[in-house]
């Protein structure tokens, strides 16, 4: 079983940028293809963007295109987001998600069923 840690949440005012990390440790994470969500109170996970476990597919949700990059580095078993200009409807708590895939470029759909193991998340305020 993966083990997932975020990391790099906080405070920004709109505009700013932050850059989330996601450690992980156990199985092979190099075999896993890994996915940012994020959710706000009361509302189910939100699809923020994936990537395949060669990270040489990707995919965002619409709001995320052009302003977010998901990215990997297997030798340091970290996924990361970057998250340029946002806005405080970016708020919410982001969390990294896992699934096991058998292709190097195979990249589940964008819904949290798919992903088997989740991080504890971290927290995004971004103030206007």
């Known amino acids: 079983q993966v083990q997932l840690v975020e990391s790099g949440g906080g405070l920004v005012q709109a505009g700013g940028s932050l850059r989330l990390s996601c450690a992980a440790s156990g199985r092979t994470f190099t075999r896993d293809a890994m996915a940012w969500f994020r959710q706000t109170p009361g509302r189910e996970h939100e699809f923020v963007a994936a990537?395949?476990?060669?990270?040489?597919?990707?995919y965002y949700a619409d709001f995320a295109k052009g302003r977010f990059t998901i990215s990997r580095d297997n030798a340091k078993n970290t996924v990361y987001l970057q998250m340029n200009n946002l806005k405080p409807e970016d708020t919410a708590t982001y969390f990294c998600?896992?699934?096991?895939?058998?292709?190097?470029?195979?990249?589940?759909?964008?819904?949290?069923?798919?992903?088997?193991?989740w991080g504890q998340g971290t927290l995004v305020t971004v103030s206007s």
């Open positions: 990537i395949s476990w060669s990270g040489g597919s990707s």
């Open positions: 998600a896992a699934a096991p895939s058998y292709t190097s470029e195979y990249v589940p759909g964008p819904e949290s069923r798919y992903f088997e193991v």
